[in-house]
């Protein structure tokens, strides 16, 4: 069975500073990665997803990650944060199951941005 | 566009209570739908997951059960809570055969047993 491990529970950053989430996923042929993120009391909303082709991928709020699948890997980064992207952020796999898909999420990592 | 109802948003009930949590999902067919608990620090669980009608898996046994009584509804239930069973609850939905999708939820429960 896959497993995701975010091994940073809380991130506190200053505002304009760069950052960067991390996320290891166990190997598998082929695999697809999330990441998504989820303000206080609310459901998750993704950010971004690696499906296949460029290892490189960019998503919404100027998020982007890196597939590594060498070092079973899909950190997320963002060059400047602002205030508004303090929220928790999970990492997922899909894995497929008997013709079916689950997601399998991470702990998550609380983002503080500070000002 | 699809999108997806949760209902209620918060929640208290009392210990030894029923349960029933319903998520409906619009604007898609045979959609996978799933229930997922998010307790403080543990990162969400899967708990249910549903390819078609009447068709539940069980990812941890426990005192909640699910069923998918039409195409596009999906409900959690539980005949006596436990205060453990206090969390948010999240339901999405995800498109149907495959798994190069993403997951698209609801926007939670929040379940106190008192």
């Known amino acids: 069975a896959q497993s995701v491990t975010q091994l940073d529970s809380q991130v506190p950053v200053f505002e304009e500073a760069p950052v960067e989430l991390r996320c290891n996923y166990s190997s598998s042929v082929s695999v697809y990665l999330f990441w998504y993120v989820q303000y206080p009391n609310q459901g998750l909303q993704l950010l971004l997803k690696y499906l296949s082709g460029s290892t490189l991928v960019k998503g919404i709020n100027g998020f982007e990650a890196e597939f590594n699948k060498s070092q079973t890997s899909f950190h997320l980064r963002k060059p400047s944060v602002h205030i508004s992207d303090t929220a928790e952020y999970f990492c997922a796999v899909s894995e497929t199951t008997s013709g079916t898909y689950k997601y399998i999420f991470g702990t998550g990592t609380r983002l503080k941005v500070l000002a | 566009s699809q999108t997806i109802h949760q209902w209620p948003a918060t929640l208290v009930q009392p210990v030894g209570s029923p349960l029933s949590l319903e998520c409906t999902v619009e604007g898609t067919s045979n959609p996978n739908l799933y229930w997922y608990r998010q307790a403080a620090g543990r990162g969400l669980q899967l708990l249910f997951y549903s390819v078609g009608i009447g068709q539940i898996s069980s990812e941890v046994p426990q005192n909640l059960s699910a069923s998918r009584p039409q195409d596009r509804q999906f409900i959690l239930s539980s005949k006596k809570l436990l205060l453990s069973d206090s969390g948010f609850y999240l339901c999405?939905?995800?498109?149907?055969?495959?798994?190069?999708?993403?997951?698209?939820f609801g926007q939670g429960t929040r379940l106190t047993v008192v």
């Open positions: 999405a939905w995800s498109m149907t055969p495959r798994g190069n999708t993403e997951a698209f």
